[in-house]
Structure formats: structure tokens, C-alpha cells
């Protein structure tokens, strides 16, 4: 999550603790939004232990089921 907190405060300007709440916002409402297994996805990949295919992958499924 700290990449993309630093990616927001460079794109942004604002300051971390900012940015840090703007990214768990928009986190969370992924995760609420998404069906769990994708939203499990977004987490593992957050934190580093995921890869953003499985992430991706999972959305072009959803999608297609939808």
C-alpha cells in the first residue's frame, strides 16, 4: 500500500496522511463492491504477497459473467 500512497502524493501533491486515507477509501470500496474472491485478490496484492494478473484476471471473469 505504500507504493501507491507515494504514487498518490507525487501525482497529487497532497500530503501522506492524506493520500494514505484517500487510498484506503478507495480500497475499501473496491473491496465492497467486488465479489470477495477478487476483493481477497486486491488485499494480497496490496500488502505484496499477490500479483495484479490474478487481480486483473479475476475482473475480466467477473466481467464477462456479468
Known amino acids: 500500500m505504500d507504493e501507491l500512497v507515494k504514487l498518490v502524493v507525487q501525482k497529487t501533491g497532497i500530503p501522506e496522511p492524506a493520500a494514505r486515507q484517500a487510498v484506503e477509501v478507495?480500497?475499501?470500496f473496491l473491496k465492497e463492491k467486488l465479489p470477495a474472491p477478487i476483493a481477497d485478490?486486491?488485499?494480497?496484492?496490496?500488502?505484496?504477497?499477490?500479483?495484479?494478473?490474478?487481480?486483473?484476471?479475476?475482473l475480466k471473469n467477473f466481467l464477462k459473467n456479468s
Not at 504477497?49 to 479475476?58: A, F, I, Q
Request: net charge negative; proline share 0%; hydrophobic share 40%.
Open 41 to 58: 485478490q486486491i488485499d494480497a496484492v496490496v500488502s505484496g504477497s499477490g500479483k495484479l494478473d490474478d487481480v486483473t484476471k479475476g
Open 26 to 28: 478507495v480500497l475499501g
